[in-house]
């Protein structure tokens, strides 16, 4: 394995980090991972998620945004909606252009499901799998691309997470390419409430579902 760090200098100072891990063979695939605000690529959901993927050639791009940084604090949240759309986009475009991967394999998680609904718009990820982990449902562009888009799919959320609406979650149920799982007593950082031990169950319950479906796709690609 091997591991390429780097930076791309945005407006105002900022800058958004990435990570390429490379399989040792050169491979067509991509996994692609974005994670949310506090919610890092080294997280529990997305680090065994990662290994998943590279045991299955999966080459791997973090996008390390940070929106905590001082650099941010006078952005409203619309603000901050619109650049993980533009930082995802302008990372995805340098990583992409020239490569030939093929197929592809798009986590992400809270804020990050907003650039993905976003992402889902362009061509080359026609077709590829996702994986939505705690949902912005209540945010009209995350909602219609899991409603509406045809790729494969696979999404929790708890039903305590703050973002949760159980009317819309009957609606993305309705999307047979979305398997959508509610997980009760869950919150939105994917922890059992007042339960640390059966946090670590909800855990393992997502990672074993996260693999089956990613096995699935492989099968059926």
């Given amino acids: 394995m091997k591991t390429i760090n780097r930076t791309i200098q ?8 990435y990570s390429l891990v490379l399989n040792q063979d050169q491979t067509r ?10 919610y890092t690529a080294k997280s529990p959901l997305f680090h065994y998620t990662e290994r998943l ?18 650099l941010y604090d006078e952005y409203t949240m619309a603000e901050i909606d619109e650049a993980v759309k533009h930082d995802v986009k302008q990372v995805i475009d340098q990583v992409l252009k020239g490569s030939l991967y093929e197929k592809f394999f798009l986590v992400a998680k809270s804020l990050g499901t907003i650039a993905l609904a976003s992402e889902l718009g362009r061509k080359k990820f026609k077709g590829a799998k996702t994986v939505w982990l705690t949902p912005l449902i209540k945010h009209e562009d995350v909602f219609l691309a899991m409603k509406e888009c045809p790729n494969p799919a696979l999404g929790f959320i708890g039903d305590k997470d703050h973002y949760f609406d159980r009317s819309r979650m009957e609606e993305l149920q309705a999307n047979s390419r979305l398997d959508s799982h509610v997980l009760k007593d869950v919150n939105h950082g ?32």
């Fill in 10 to 17: 945005l407006n105002k100072g900022q800058a958004i980090n």
């Fill in 29 to 38: 695939k991509l996994a692609i991972f974005l994670p949310g605000i506090g």
């Fill in 53 to 70: 993927l590279v045991e299955q050639e999966y080459d791997i791009l973090r996008i390390n945004y940070d929106y905590t940084n001082p």
């Fill in 190 to 221: 994917m922890d059992f409430i007042g339960d640390p031990l059966k946090s670590i169950d909800i855990l393992k319950d997502v990672i074993t579902d996260i693999q089956a479906f990613s096995k699935k796709s492989i099968e059926h690609a």
